[in-house]
């Protein structure tokens, strides 16, 4: 039963994930708590009505925890004009689900594309890089077992674009086309420094980003970000490879300016151009996957739909 397929007045046997709690309070006939929920379809308000024991409410509120799942019965209503969820036990129930009772991929959706064949095309491109000391960084991440496990599974945001399991590499392999495309255009450009750029500008997302029954923001991701945390992981690396200080100086350059601006979060803009087109392919595919994917979840009749980040965005 996903949130998106919900209607008003009707019974709910459905398993969530519990984004955020909101305390017990007293009511006219006991006590009650309100959850957030999701899955990987759209996040609902519930509200338990507890009886006046409030022991018994108190201790089925801590059980649940955030990001636990919980199996909810239940009957979904309208307040405020939004769909909810109401539990009036002891016909209604809520329940703790422990790991071995529910699959990740209800709560988290994932990649539509085969993310073996997608890693091991990023390594043929790995393969034909002709600067030998790039080619060693970008191997010293790609060919890490445990980085690799970790990349290959991870999304590349939590609701906007890729924001998916293996999201991340797929977003990284069209990056790394985009930028192909461009030296085919322009062979001026020194194409192992940016498909160094475009392979490794977002690895620091593996921090920024916690996946367990949902995609949330770590605390170092909140405090700090993945651009910084990319800094930071390609910095130690090519340190310890000794690598040339004017190699070194590029691919920081790179990384530290792959927002484009200022205002998007990159302390420089990009002064070289790998660095440009870097900023340009991030920028190209996380904004086109985006619009993809808002017109593939649109569920309307209408033309358009509204997007704060888009404005009007025409589905027909």
Known sequence: MLVKNLAPYEAIDGKYVVK????????????????????????IMLSYWGNDKEGLVKNLYDSIKRD????????????????????????????????????????????????????????????????????????????????????????????KHHGWLGGLLEHTLNVVKICDFFKS????LNRDLMITGAILHDIGKIRELDVSSHIKTSTEGMLIGHLALTYEEVTRKMDKLKMPQDIMLKVKHMIISHHGKI????????????ALIVFLADNADSKLTEMITHIKRAETE???????????????
């Open 68 to 159: 636990s799942v919980v199996n909810v019965i239940g009957e979904t209503t309208m307040f405020n004009g939004r769909l909810s969820i109401n539990i009036n036990p002891p016909k209604g129930k809520i329940k703790v689900l422990k790991p071995d009772e529910y699959e990740k991929s209800q709560f988290i959706p994932e990649s539509d594309k085969d993310t073996k064949k997608m890693y091991a095309e990023l390594t043929e491109v790995v393969s034909s890089m002709k600067n030998e000391q790039l080619k060693k960084l970008v191997n010293s991440f790609v060919k890490d077992r445990d980085f690799s496990d970790k990349f290959i599974k991870h999304p590349a945001a939590m609701y």
């Open 263 to 274: 205002e998007y979060g990159s302390p420089k803009q990009p002064s070289i151009p790998e």
């Open 302 to 316: 209408d033309d358009y739909i509204y997007v704060r980040d888009f404005g009007t965005i025409y589905l027909k």
């Open 185 to 188: 255009m322009h062979p001026e």
């Open 20 to 43: 955020f709690k909101k305390p017990v309070q007293k009511y006219a006939r006991g006590w009650t708590f309100q959850l957030r929920l999701g899955d990987q379809s759209g996040e």
